[in-house]
């Protein structure tokens, strides 16, 4: 197996620069961590970064990071950070901003990426999904157009969702918390508390479960709160997602065409205020999740790992924490949650994302107003 070497760059603190030769060299400034796969070592690559959303890697080795004000900024594997130009606006607020990013698997043939954002509407903000065409050069976002806005919109700043997944067959999965409003997440006849999946260019695939029916035909399953963590199973290239409960029920599922995730007639959680959520934890014919925390985490970011430098995490699923200011990995066996190991606990505080860099290392992303992104290797 052919690792990277990271050389270290004198004056760039915990930087790292990719020759594509032999073995990875842990930067000095790294702390070390104990875990069940062994140490690990984490580095700070680069910052500060104004409350950064979303990773995405270039074939070229550099990463384009999101911040949720509305700045796309290209790091380079040295740490070095440039702007991109030609972003689309914004309405920036609460947790509404500038959100997902993903690059195109084709990406060295068309150098097209897909962002998430709440995009302005008068008074109104919706979640919409972006196609656009990076440079040669990767300082300006061109041919930009939306292919897809959320509906109907909403005065809230709250529950974009908002992560965008390329499946295998080049359809998008996107998805769309339901901005404050619980009963529009049952609603056949809206977007709000959504999973949708659309074609690349915004079209409607033919094959998605309620094409004709009563429902949106871009709806693919509904009863959802707020997803913000969503990643495909490497092996199966099925979808899975995190979605945040209210005082506690966050969620692990795997959403399947034209299900019911039951949100907010049933939830492991409870209201802020202590109160009963719906009709309790089951109902028949709504779905149950895969795994719940309660009490809450305020999980983000979903990834799940190879296994290329971890072989004891292959098929793990890896999960950005909020509030307790953590990384959880959830052991897993099939489509079962066998056992959760928390990492990095208030150490370097609000994980947004996370997602497994082109050599297995894993990289996140703090969300704060001098956020950083950082990289975790193999401690030897």
């Given at each position: ?5 990271y050389?270290?760059?004198?004056g760039?603190?915990?930087t790292?620069?990719?020759f ?7 930067a000095p ?8 796969a ?20 270039l074939?070229?080795k550099t ?17 070095q950070?440039?702007e ?17 990013m993903?690059?195109?698997?084709d990406f ?15 008074q109104y903000?919706?979640?919409?999904v ?13 041919d930009?157009?939306?292919?897809f ?6 005065t ?7 992560r965008?997944?390329?499946?295998p ?5 996107v998805t ?14 809206n ?10 260019d915004g ?13 949106l ?6 009863g959802?709160?707020?997803p913000q ?9 099925m ?15 795997k959403?399947?065409a034209g ?5 907010p007639?049933i ?12 009709e ?7 779905e ?7 009490p809450?985490?305020?999980?983000s970011?979903l990834m799940?790992?190879s ?17 307790f200011?953590?990384?959880s ?5 099939g ?6 190991e928390?990492l ?5 505080g609000r994980?947004?994302d996370?997602r497994e860099g ?8 703090t969300d ?13």
């Amino acid at each position: 197996m052919r690792f990277a070497l990271y050389a270290l760059i004198a004056g760039l603190t915990g930087t790292a620069l990719y020759f594509g030769l032999t073995a990875p060299i842990v930067a000095p400034n790294a702390r070390n961590f104990d875990t069940s796969a062994g140490e690990v070592a984490v580095a700070k690559i680069a910052g500060p970064l104004a409350h950064p959303w979303a990773i995405t890697f270039l074939p070229d080795k550099t990463m384009l990071v999101t911040e949720r004000g509305g700045r796309l900024v290209q790091i380079t594997p040295e740490g070095q950070i440039a702007e991109v130009a030609g972003v689309p606006e914004v309405r920036a607020g609460g947790q509404g901003g500038l959100l997902d990013m993903v690059a195109a698997r084709d990406f060295a043939e068309t150098r097209e990426i897909f962002l998430t954002y709440s995009e302005p509407d008068d008074q109104y903000s919706h979640t919409a999904v972006a196609v656009a065409r990076l440079d040669d050069d990767a300082r300006t976002l061109k041919d930009v157009r939306v292919i897809f806005r959320q509906s109907p919109g909403g005065t809230a700043s709250i529950h974009f969702g908002s992560r965008v997944v390329e499946a295998p067959d080049g359809t998008l999965w996107v998805t769309l918390g339901e901005r404050g409003s619980k009963t529009h997440a049952q609603s056949p006849a809206n977007h709000l508390g959504k999973i949708v999946r659309i074609n690349r260019d915004g079209s409607v695939p033919t094959d998605n479960p309620f094409v004709g029916g009563i429902e949106l035909d871009e709806i693919w399953s509904i009863g959802h709160r707020n997803p913000q963590g969503a990643a495909l199973d490497p092996e199966t290239g099925m979808l899975w997602t995190v979605e945040h409960g209210a005082k506690g029920g966050d969620e692990i599922n795997k959403p399947a065409a034209g299900k019911n995730y039951g949100w907010p007639i049933i939830s492991y959680g409870v209201n802020y205020d202590g109160s009963k959520i719906g009709e309790g934890a089951q109902k028949p014919g709504l779905e149950q999740p895969v795994f719940y925390w309660d009490p809450s985490i305020a999980p983000s970011g979903l990834m799940i790992y190879s296994g290329r430098l971890w072989p004891d995490w292959k098929g793990d699923l890896f999960v950005g924490a909020l509030k307790f200011q953590l990384m959880s990995r959830l052991d897993r066996k099939g489509d079962e949650i066998t056992g959760e190991e928390r990492l990095f606990e208030d150490v370097y505080g609000r994980i947004r994302d996370i997602r497994e860099g082109p050599e297995g290392a894993i990289w996140f992303v703090t969300d704060h107003r001098d956020g950083g992104l950082f990289r975790i290797l193999p401690a030897n």
